[in-house]
């Protein structure tokens, strides 16, 4: 049927047909009186027909008599008032627009239809935007919409290349044209695909990542075609990135051209907007307090001073993500978003801006390859046949920030990768909000910062940062079911594929997961047509389409082949893997040990101490070097008189409160380690218990459809193989498998956990929300802090397994650049060699060629011997093997006898 004509919108159906029971019937609700009003100021709100000052589009209705000043959020209260006490009702309301895409048409199923008008979120079913008077229509227009955007990054562009630009001017000049700019063009495009409440901004974001890295791809090829074999400078960078933003706002005016694209928000409009929307005001301000205190805490730290400021800092991002639990009801979603974007970049900078060079695991690997592709501004991947080399993430996009940009190349890898990556909660949070209550997502997004991972290992792996970012996006994508099925399939489909090129793992991870998911599809129909046949009775169930086909697999999976295969030929690592997976299964006799972290899974896995681990790896050791023994530098009978000990990280002592604990017979130590342990299990029992709970049980708070089902079970399944098959353990992890399988089980999760806590009553959420601060703070090393008698954590004191092995000191980056002088001035060839995790820390520093050892085994007789700071001052040394960090005692006086002492300046020595 056709509605009427509002005035201010688009068509929308007669007074209380669209909107549920009640709706209308309150004074001053949406029928004007002391609710009545211009519109949101943010986003327009659902029921307003003119949208803010920040594009937001128009609300269902047609807006006129039904707009609010607060149309949003009051009506989800008002919502909520009239769904509260009805747990049927109240879980299932925002389930119908999702299923709504799960389904076939059915004449019958035009009330379920409809079902997406009762999210607050939607700015309208599919309907044609309003526009502003001084907004044109499409391309037969007089305007060119967008056009401000382009002229300011042109001049932005002025700014990076003209010299005499103030650095913290061309900064902003250069974030613009990368990633300003790119998102206000890429965010009307994306609103057509996915136009529920933040999705269009969240997705964009993902684009602009993928935008930025396939120009810098384009760059570096086509440039040396034309005889320019220094392509990577910012010159053709810049002039690259405007020729993209022109191609793409053509299509934002041809294919969005009814959407506002403003460049600058005015001062006032943000005031506004702060007064308008409930608890932004509160969660920003909080929000900026605790992003100040990590920083200005991490700085502390890294000048010598105390962790105190570390740890306010980390109460403030706990206490921040419990104040939006508690207040859920009353805060607009936009607050909700921005102040868990602020929490969890505060906990992030705690950890990525921990000392005052390049600072932790994997990081220091990815910057080393970014300062190749940097140092001579190409990117050759043939120089280098290493897979981190393969990743555009760590290699082209931090290239064209520092291009356009001039940042600090190590404040790329610091902070500006961290800001990106700080969005994958508000990612996660937004697709489970498409399909489920606040309540749920709310708890599966803090779920997803809380895992331990998160963290403590995240944070220091950039590729798969931005890898995460782009699978966000794409997740977001699946669950928005209100824009074009065919068109999210797509944009999904691209997004993995920006996966792929970002980081090789998580995109094999990715497909695999797809393609469990897909598989369990079909056997679940199998089973359902045969039950249906059986019982002779036709479920609803039986018409639900999948989101996920078999072509959105195979697209990616071709890709990863072609990329790892002919493009970079860096997949040796990948068939190694698939190799020695495969011979682990069929023949589990022989199969190594795996990953101590499997111990965390419920499936189990081969456990092996630190000092059995050791053992077999120095008999490997010596068994290799047989053949070298006579070029070096020990004997056999010299390593055997050598006494291999694994030693353990010292816990920090007990504090004045730990004490306390302790005199009352509280073991401490044994408490504080327990709960980490308990932690993992808590995470999988009630992400397994979830499934079950959303599956058989008659009441849920979340109610999922078979997509995120497979999903699920499969990202489960893929933990299961990752214990089950050991060599999986060491090249990738458990623990960031499960945290990359939160995407599709942080509902479950949080499903299980409120089932749990039924009990409970109404007060169910709010005391998920003091569990889940309490874990936090354990987790991220508040509570060990206060209490001692645990390893202490880098990013709140200069101690612990971290500190030792992965932050960069001055005293040994001064001998890594005395020794390349010396070397460089005498001309000596000498090969330097030094331990594995000094090697990761110095190799960016140096220009000579050096090599690891991880053990005095592999140590030659006429080669310089460099020990770092940890080696220096502790006597000890750490090796990785097996996915294990090992620590032992090195025994440095049997080297120095049979070495000469040639540079010593208190923190790092150097040997020949």
């Known amino acids: 049927m056709t509605y009427p004509q509002s005035r201010g919108g688009p068509p929308g159906p007669p007074p209380h047909q669209g909107a549920p029971p009640g709706y ?64 049927y009702r109240e879980d299932s309301y925002r389930e119908d627009a999702y299923r709504d895409d799960a389904y076939r048409s059915d004449p019958h199923d035009d009330g379920r239809r409809h079902g997406d008008r009762h999210d607050p979120d939607a700015p309208g079913p599919r309907s044609r935007p309003s526009r502003r008077r001084d907004e044109h229509r499409g391309p037969g227009g007089r305007g060119l919409p967008g056009l401000g955007v382009l002229l300011a990054a042109g001049c932005c562009a ?64 086509v440039l040396p075609l034309a005889g320019n074999d220094r392509p990577l400078t910012t010159g053709p960078l810049t002039a690259a990135s405007l020729v993209a933003l022109a191609a793409l706002w053509f299509f934002r005016w041809k294919y969005a051209p009814g959407h506002s694209a403003g460049v600058f928000a005015r001062a006032s409009d943000l005031w506004r907007l702060a007064r308008a929307t409930p608890g932004l005001g509160v969660v920003t301000v909080a929000g900026g307090v605790t992003v100040i205190c990590s920083i200005a805490g991490a700085i502390r730290l890294n000048n010598g001073y105390g962790g105190a400021v570390s740890v306010v800092a980390s109460v403030l991002g706990g206490a921040l993500l419990l104040l939006l639990s508690m207040k859920r009801r009353k805060y607009h979603l936009s607050a909700l978003e921005t102040g868990l974007y602020l929490a969890t970049l505060g906990l992030l900078l705690l950890a990525s801006l921990r000392g005052w060079f390049i600072t932790g695991h994997d990081v220091q690997t990815e910057y080393l390859f970014f300062r190749i592709a940097l140092g001579g501004e190409y990117w050759d991947v043939s120089t280098y046949s290493h897979a981190y080399n393969a990743c555009l993430s760590i290699t082209l996009l931090p290239v064209s920030i520092r291009q356009l940009t001039g940042i600090d190349d190590i404040y790329i890898f610091k902070a500006i990768i961290p800001a990106l990556f700080a969005l ?21 997004a803090v779920f997803f910062v809380a895992f331990p991972t998160f963290l403590t290992d995240m944070v220091y792996l950039g590729r798969q940062a931005i890898a995460f970012v782009l699978l966000g996006g794409a997740i977001v994508a699946l669950t928005d079911s209100r824009g074009p099925r065919r068109a999210r399939r797509v944009l999904f ?36 047509r045969r039950s249906r046949l059986r019982q002779r009775k036709r479920r609803r169930e039986d018409r639900m389409l999948s989101f996920i086909q078999w072509w959105m697999v195979l697209v990616p999976a071709v890709a990863a082949l072609v990329w790892a295969g002919p493009v970079t030929h860096t997949g040796g690592q990948l068939h190694l893997t698939v190799g020695q997976a495969v011979s682990d299964l069929l023949a589990p ?147 960031r498998a499960f945290q990359q399988g939160l995407f599709f089980c942080a509902p479950f ?40 008698g645990y390893p202490a954590q880098i990013q709140l004191s200069n101690a612990g397994d971290y500190y030792d092995i992965y932050y960069t000191q001055a005293p040994e980056v001064q001998a890594a650049l005395w020794l390349d002088a010396w070397k460089r001035a005498s001309k000596d060839t000498t090969p330097v060699q030094m331990d594995e995790f000094s090697y990761t820390r110095l190799k960016p520093h140096m220009e000579s060629g050096a090599s690891f050892v991880s053990t ?57």
């Open 24 to 87: 209308g019937r309150r004074p001053g609700a949406y029928d004007g009186g002391q609710h009545a009003g211009p519109g949101h100021a943010y986003s327009g709100g659902p029921y307003d027909g003119d949208p803010g000052p920040y594009g937001g589009g128009p609300g269902p209705y047609g807006g006129g008599p039904r707009s609010g000043p607060n149309g949003d959020a009051y009506r989800d209260d008002y919502r909520d008032d009239l769904y509260r006490g009805d747990p």
């Open 158 to 221: 002025a700014a990076v290349l003209l010299p005499g630009v103030p650095s913290l001017a061309r900064l902003l000049a250069g974030l613009y044209v990368l990633f300003g700019a790119p998102l206000q063009l890429w965010r009307p495009l994306a609103r057509r695909i996915v136009p529920t409440g933040s999705a269009g901004t969240l997705v964009a974001v993902g684009l602009v990542v993928l935008q930025d890295m396939l120009v810098a791809l384009a760059v570096n090829t």
């Open 424 to 444: 994958t909660p508000v990612m996660l949070f937004r697709s489970v909000r498409n399909v489920s209550r606040r309540s749920v997502a709310l708890l599966a």
């Open 493 to 528: 489909t691209v997004l993995l594929i920006g996966v792929i090129l970002a980081h090789y793992s998580t995109g094999y991870v990715v497909i695999g997961t797809l393609a469990l998911a897909v598989f369990y599809d079909k056997v679940w129909r199998l089973l359902s």
């Open 589 to 735: 006799s022989e199969k190594k040990s795996g990953s101590s972290d499997t111990g965390y899974s419920l499936f189990g896995g081969k456990q092996l101490s630190a000092q059995e681990r050791l053992e077999e790896y120095v008999k490997q050791a010596e068994a290799d070097s047989t053949k070298q023994r006579g070029h070096l530098l020990l004997t056999e009978k010299e390593l055997d008189g050598i006494d291999w000990t694994a030693v353990s990280t010292a816990d920090m002592p007990l504090t004045a409160p730990g004490q306390i604990l302790d005199v009352f017979g509280v073991p401490v130590h044994s408490v504080n380690a327990a709960v980490r342990a308990a932690s993992a299990y808590f995470f999988q029992l009630m992400t397994v218990l979830g499934v079950w709970v959303v599956l058989k049980a008659r009441r849920s708070a979340f109610r999922a459809v078979r997509d995120q089902t497979t999903m699920a079970l499969a990202a489960l399944s893929a933990v299961a193989l990752f214990t089950v098959v050991p060599q999986l353990s060491v090249d990738y992890g458990v623990l």
């Open 749 to 788: 999760l949080a499903a299980g956990t409120l089932w749990t806590l039924r009990r409970a009553g109404p007060r169910k959420e709010g005391l998920s929300a003091v569990l889940t601060f309490c874990l936090l703070l354990n987790l991220i090393g508040v509570m060990p802090k206060a209490l001692g």
């Open 856 to 912: 005095p085994v592999w140590l030659e007789k006429d080669a310089y011997l460099v020990l770092g700071t940890t080696p220096t001052r502790t006597g000890r040394m750490t090796i990785f093997y097996r996915g294990d960090r090992i620590t032992y005692e090195f025994p440095r006086e049997l080297i120095e006898k049979k070495k000469d002492l040639v540079y010593n300046n208190g923190g790092s020595v150097v040997l020949r």
